[in-house]
């Protein structure tokens, strides 16, 4: 049998097959769909329509509803939505439900998913939200869906696939301390570009990705799509296996593995880690790469840390690291991703004070989690740019108008280079704070 | 919308990397595309989020309605460069492309979530072209489709080009969408 990539494993074994080509069309069953506010009451529409109003879905412990989007607004559609949601979980009787205003409410779904132990090796999990690809950290396959598609698993719990070909990147070295995740991640856009991996899997491996924790391997996976990339994938380790086993209260089994020796790569890409610099992608588009050192002194209105590839408790920690008794010179909003972050704020300590101690202190504006002003929303939204400002920002995306007014420009960066950056009021490298 | 083989209108041209948020900006996500009134709204609000200069090329600066308040456009066609469709996995996207009138977008190649839902869901054509045709065809130019043939017609100027064959998804935009589909080859109950 010829030699197979881990997202070609993965599917196989899900198509019941002993192994597949990329390019062929197959039907995989799915372990796990995900749905959230704004997607959620058109899918269950689609569902409807098409299985019946009375109809069930196929296995209600596998379908996980989390609203995250448009919650702390006094938008009346945006709440109406929240109540669809609430309607069908009671219909249909689904226990994995994290409702707003319960104490079950979460926030970001594709932080809130490993957390609450819905991501383990091996599986297929889909989801109606392209950043869906972050759960492929867990040596999963993990890929964005629309409604039609979501409606079409929620009745079925299968869907057809085409195999992507798997692109490799190979990150040899540890990461120096002035260097995230995301500084790796968007280099590897600027090199292959906002299409340059479309209809195709990433595979992220070497050791320098082994040595990332966790949620900076998620942060990896995240941005996936931000190369037009089908899912991103890292083999599953003793960090992942030890991850989700804390995680997942049932205990449900999975399978660990890795691409065989020999498989079949389209393109490799090798990065020393070490000599790669910070990186912003520059207004408006993730692959519009520019080094720090090379655009510092950029003026900047607003500083934004947050969302599913920013808001997780190592990007506090490396924010807090910079901000820490000092002054930010512009507006700089802070937005944990989920509930659990934000709790984790008020415990954790650097110095002797907490995290939302120092964000706090040092003049942030401290938001509920949520995906806030990552993708705009409603006008009431925290942090959302109403005007024709300039923001850096930890989120994943600067296309026009992704964070609210069109002519907005959103630098997208490290948490490190815009904690720096917020210090300053302007693009700043962060190994003028960090060595 | 059951596919028709030839579809014939004015262009509206646009650029590369057109995401799903200027296709359809993340504050109207709101409307519930399930709920028929809320559906015809999205053709409203379709492409929004397109930078005034960046709307209705060459040129650019053309309103893609005619009316601030008008549901439907005047175009039928979407001509665009690469990567049309990159970004969320919002079905808003095809779907207020449907709702404002679009029948097909004639592009240099997709993103797979806004292709994947173009064609599932029935909405629009997602045709392909090996010509960069964002720089050829004009904003405002009669266009005719042939799907059949695998051809597009500039009426306006006597052009003509040729499309790539759109393969395995045809079944599925004739059957009007993947339920449809699924139906006719007995894998859902009919």
């Known amino acids: ?435 | 919308m059951k596919l028709e083989k030839i579809i014939q209108g004015k262009a509206y041209v646009l650029g590369d990397n057109i995401d799903t948020d200027q296709i359809i900006p993340a504050e109207y996500l709101t409307l519930n595309p399930a709920i028929p009134e809320e559906y015809r709204q999205f053709g409203r609000h379709a492409l929004a989020g397109v930078p005034a200069a960046q709307g209705g090329l060459p040129k650019g600066h053309v309103p893609f309605h005619k009316g601030p308040t008008d549901l439907v456009s005047d175009f039928q066609i979407i001509v665009a460069g690469r990567n049309f469709g990159c970004g969320s996995s919002r079905e808003h996207a095809p779907i207020a492309l449907d709702a404002a009138g679009i029948k097909a977008v004639v592009a240099e190649f997709y993103a797979r979530i806004f292709y994947r839902n173009s064609v599932n869901g029935g909405y629009i054509v997602p045709a392909e072209t090996a010509e960069r045709l964002c720089e050829k065809v004009c904003t405002g130019d009669e266009l005719r489709l042939n799907l059949d043939a695998c051809t597009m017609e500039n009426l306006t100027t006597g052009e003509k080009y040729s499309l790539r064959p759109l393969g395995e998804v045809v079944p599925i935009l004739e059957a009007g969408g993947v339920f449809p589909y699924a139906r006719s080859k007995g894998m859902l109950p009919a």
Not at chain 1, 75 to 102: C, I, W
Not at chain 1, 187 to 207: K, P, R, S, W
């Open chain 1, 1 to 435: 049998m010829a030699a197979q990539t881990l997202t070609e494993k993965i599917l196989a074994r899900h198509a019941g097959k002993s192994s597949v080509e990329p390019g062929e069309n197959i039907w995989v069953d799915v372990d796990i769909l995900m749905t959230h506010d704004v997607c959620g009451p058109g899918t269950i529409g689609v569902f409807h329509q098409n299985f019946g109003r009375d109809a069930k879905v196929w296995a209600k412990d596998k379908v996980v509803i989390i609203p995250d989007h448009y919650i702390f607004t006094a938008d009346k559609m945006a709440n109406r939505n929240v109540d669809v949601l609430r309607t069908f979980v009671k219909e249909q009787g689904l226990p994995h439900f994290y409702d707003v205003g319960s104490e079950r409410y979460k926030g970001v779904c594709h932080i809130a998913l490993p957390e609450e132990g819905h991501t383990r090796p091996g599986e297929i999990l889909l989801g109606t939200d392209s950043h869906t690809c972050t759960a492929g950290a867990f040596g999963e396959f993990a890929t964005g869906i629309g409604n039609t598609d979501a409606g079409f698993v929620m009745g079925t719990g299968k869907t057809w696939l085409k195999v992507p070909p798997t692109l490799r990147f190979v990150f040899n070295g540890d990461l120096p301390p002035y260097l995230m995740a995301k500084d790796l991640i968007l280099a590897v856009i600027g090199d292959i570009g906002c299409d340059g991996a479309t209809y195709q899997a990433m595979e992220f491996d070497g050791d320098g990705v082994y040595a990332l924790n966790i949620e900076e391997r998620m942060t990896l996976c995240n941005m996936a799509i931000e190369a037009g990339g089908k899912n991103g994938i890292i083999a599953a380790d003793q960090k992942t296996i030890d991850f989700v086993k804390s995680r997942d209260k049932a205990g449900k089994p999975f399978v660990v593995e890795k691409s065989d020796a020999g498989a079949r790569f389209a393109r490799e890409f090798v990065y020393d880690v070490k000599t790669l610099r910070p990186v912003v992608a520059k207004p408006h588009s993730p692959d519009n790469r520019a080094y720090v050192d090379e655009c510092k002194g950029t003026k900047l209105d607003r500083a934004y840390i947050g969302s599913c590839t920013g808001g997780k408790m190592t990007d506090f920690r490396a924010a807090a690291k910079i901000l820490a008794g000092k002054e930010v010179k512009i507006d700089t909003f802070v937005v944990p991703a989920t509930t659990e972050v934000a709790r984790n704020l008020k415990t954790e300590k650097l110095g002797g004070k907490t995290l939302e101690e120092i964000f706090l202190n040092a003049g942030a504006k401290i938001g509920e989690a949520s995906c806030a002003a990552c993708l705009g929303g409603p006008s009431d939204t925290f942090g959302r740019l109403n005007q024709a400002i300039r923001c850096i920002s930890t989120t994943n995306r600067n296309f026009p108008g992704r964070m609210g007014h069109k002519q907005a420009e959103v630098f997208l960066a490290s948490p490190l280079t815009v904690a720096a950056s917020a210090l300053t009021g302007q693009i700043t490298d962060p190994r003028e704070y960090v060595s």
